[in-house]
C-alpha cells in the first residue's frame, strides 16, 4: 500500500487497518514509502502487525507522502511495475485524493489489481460523501473561527480566517456554518468582495459585536482582495478586518475521533475488495454504508458542495 498526494490526518489509521485485515488473511503486506516516488525508485518495505502499532492517533502519514510528476509517464509507470512484479506483489491499495485515485485508475487500466482509499482533506472525491481527513480539518478550522471571534468580540473586530481545500469550498462551508460566520466564500458560489463588505456594514449596523469570514483558499476574488477592498472602505463598514491563514495548519496534527473510525473502516473494507477479485474501485462511504465506486468514475471528476446550506449559513448569519 501507499498514501499519496497531500497528507491527511488519518491516513495512519488507514494504513494500520488495511494492514491488519490483510495479515488476518495470512497475506504478506509491504508499504511503499514516499507515493508513487517511492513506487518508481523501489523503496517498498514487508508491513508486520507491529510496525503499525501506535500509529492509528498520529497524524502525516508514517509511508510518507509525495507528488510525482514522473508517475504521469509511461516510462515511471512501467518501472514502477516491474518493481512490484519482482517482488511478487499483486495488488496495490492506494490511500489518497484526486490525483492520486487517478493515477490508481491508470494503473488499473495497466493491469494491476488497485483499490483505492478515499483520502484528502479536501473531501472533493466524486464516489464518497466524505474522505478521511476532512473532519480533522474542518474541527481545526472552526476551532480557529471559535478563538478568533472572542478577540473580535473584545475589539469590535471583523477576522477574516482563509482555509484550505484547493478548488472545493467544503472545508470553508462546513467551517463556516459551524462557526456562525457572517460571510462564507467559496468557489462554487463566489462573492465579490465589495459584496462581502457590504454584508459587514449591515452586521455592524445590526449592533454585531464581531464578525467572521470564512474565506476557502481557491476562490476567484482572492482573501487579498477582499481586505483591501474593506481597508479601503473601512470608515463605512465600521470594522476593521485582520486576516488568519491558516494553511497547512488545517492537515496537521492528530485525527479526529470520526477521521480514525473512517479510516479504519475505509482500510478494512479496501482489503475486502481484494479478497472477493473486486479491484479497480475507490472505496468510500454513502450515508453509514461503505461503497466501491470504479476507478474509471473517479477519476478526473470532482464532486460539488450542498449549496442549500451555504444559504442556510447566510439567513442565519442575522
Ligand atoms: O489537496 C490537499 C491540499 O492540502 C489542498 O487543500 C492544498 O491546496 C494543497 O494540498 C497544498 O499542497 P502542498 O502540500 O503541495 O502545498
Known amino acids: 500500500m501507499l498514501t499519496s498526494g497531500g497528507d491527511a490526518p488519518g491516513m495512519n489509521a488507514a494504513v494500520r487497518a488495511a494492514t491488519r485485515a490483510a495479515l488476518a488473511r495470512g497475506w504478506a503486506v509491504f508499504g511503499v514509502h514516499n507515493g508513487y516516488a517511492g513506487l518508481i525508485a523501489g523503496d517498498i518495505h514487508a508491513l508486520h502487525a507491529r510496525d503499525v502499532g501506535g500509529i492509528i492517533q498520529r497524524g502525516g502519514t508514517v509511508l510518507g507522502s509525495a507528488r510525482s510528476p514522473e508517475f504521469t509517464t509511461e516510462a515511471g509507470r512501467a518501472t514502477a511495475l516491474a518493481n512490484l512484479k519482482q517482488r511478487g506483489i499483486d495488488a496495490l491499495v492506494v490511500i489518497g485524493g484526486n490525483g492520486s485515485q487517478t493515477g490508481s485508475s491508470v494503473l488499473t487500466n495497466e493491469g494491476l489489481a488497485v483499490v483505492g482509499v478515499a483520502s484528502t482533506v479536501d473531501n472533493d472525491l466524486f464516489g464518497t460523501d466524505v474522505t478521511i481527513g476532512v473532519d480533522t480539518a474542518v474541527n481545526i478550522t472552526v476551532e480557529a473561527i471559535d478563538r478568533l471571534r472572542t478577540t473580535g468580540s473584545s475589539h469590535k473586530r471583523a477576522f477574516l480566517v482563509e482555509t484550505m481545500g484547493r478548488n472545493c469550498g467544503y472545508i470553508a462551508l462546513m467551517a463556516g456554518l459551524a462557526g456562525g460566520a457572517e460571510v462564507i466564500a467559496i468557489p462554487e458560489c463566489e462573492i465579490e468582495p465589495h459584496d462581502v463588505a457590504e454584508r459587514l456594514r449591515a452586521a455592524y449596523r445590526r449592533g454585531k459585536t464581531h464578525a467572521l469570514v470564512v474565506v476557502a483558499e481557491g476562490v476567484k476574488h482572492s482573501a487579498q482582495a477582499i481586505v483591501q477592498h474593506v ?8 470594522f476593521g478586518l485582520r486576516v488568519t491563514t491558516l494553511g497547512h495548519v488545517v492537515r496537521g496534527g492528530a ?64
Open 231 to 238: 481597508t479601503e472602505h473601512r470608515d463605512t463598514i465600521g
Open 255 to 318: 485525527p479526529t475521533a470520526a477521521d480514525r473510525i473512517l479510516a479504519t473502516r475505509l482500510g478494512a473494507a479496501a482489503v475486502d475488495q481484494l479478497a472477493r477479485g473486486a479491484a479497480g474501485v475507490l472505496v468510500g462511504v454513502r450515508g453509514s454504508d461503505i461503497v466501491a465506486t470504479p476507478l474509471a468514475e473517479v477519476a478526473g471528476k470532482t464532486k460539488g458542495v450542498n449549496q442549500e446550506l451555504l444559504a442556510l449559513a447566510r439567513v442565519l448569519a442575522q
